[in-house]
């Protein structure tokens, strides 16, 4: 795609302090879309035949990065 970066980039879902009940909710939603064909379809309707493999998240980087109260270090970054 024109203009479209194949650098990973990572993003997330922030929740005040104290709800890390909704949070387990809200990984375990991911998780579920992330295994069903759903994922697939919607990225092939919106990035047609970018290579899916690359951008979709892993399972082991969900659970890894999801309702932590601080990132591990070499978590990726965002770029200022």
């Known amino acids: 795609m024109k203009g479209f970066s194949d650098e990973k ?3 997330g879902i922030a929740l005040p302090d104290g709800h890390r009940k909704e949070c387990m909710q809200i990984k ?3 998780q579920n879309y992330l295994k069903s064909s759903e ?3 919607v990225f092939k309707k919106n ?3 970018l290579d899916r493999a690359h ?3 892993t399972a082991e ?6 309702c932590v109260d601080r ?3 070499e978590a ?3 770029s200022p």
Request: hydrophobic share 40%.
């Open 28 to 30: 375990a939603a991911l």
């Open 55 to 57: 951008f979709k998240p």
């Open 47 to 49: 990035f047609g035949n």
């Open 9 to 11: 980039q990572s993003w």
């Open 61 to 66: 980087l969900v659970e890894k990065y999801s």
């Open 39 to 41: 994922w697939n379809g």
């Open 76 to 78: 990726p970054q965002a």
């Open 71 to 73: 990132l591990p270090e």
